[in-house]
């Protein structure tokens, strides 16, 4: 069994402006040299949406970069959604992983 791990980045920070393509570039670079390869759902951006603290609804436009790994190490990717918060200016960084079977 394999772990899926997915990484969803926004496009914007909270005030609209464009995230520079630098930023996705250094984490496409940094999960190939880990993972030895990655996928990037860029083309047509995900919507999320959620309420937040005063009942206003938020909305992001992101993309999602994913990698299969063999062995799921929380630690590091602890650390690692520690750095992309930084990197995007986001309280939470979602990051998720689920168990796959390659076929």
């Known amino acids: 069994m ?12 909270n005030q609209g402006q464009s995230f520079p393509a630098s930023h996705f ?3 496409r670079d940094e999960l190939t040299r880990q993972f030895n390869g990655m996928t ?5 951006p995900a919507e999320g949406r959620w309420q937040s603290g005063d ?7 992101m993309v999602v970069y994913e990698v299969i ?7 590091w990717w602890n650390h690692y959604r520690v750095t992309l918060e ?3 200016a986001q309280e939470q960084m ?4 689920q168990i796959v079977e390659l076929l």
């Open 86 to 88: 930084k990197l995007f």
């Open 2 to 13: 394999s772990h899926l791990v997915q990484i969803f980045l926004p496009l914007q920070d």
């Open 25 to 27: 570039n250094r984490v």
């Open 94 to 97: 979602l990051i998720r992983a």
């Open 55 to 61: 009942e206003r609804t938020v909305r992001d436009d």
């Open 69 to 75: 790994t063999q062995e799921l190490d929380r630690v």
């Open 40 to 44: 990037a759902y860029a083309r047509a």
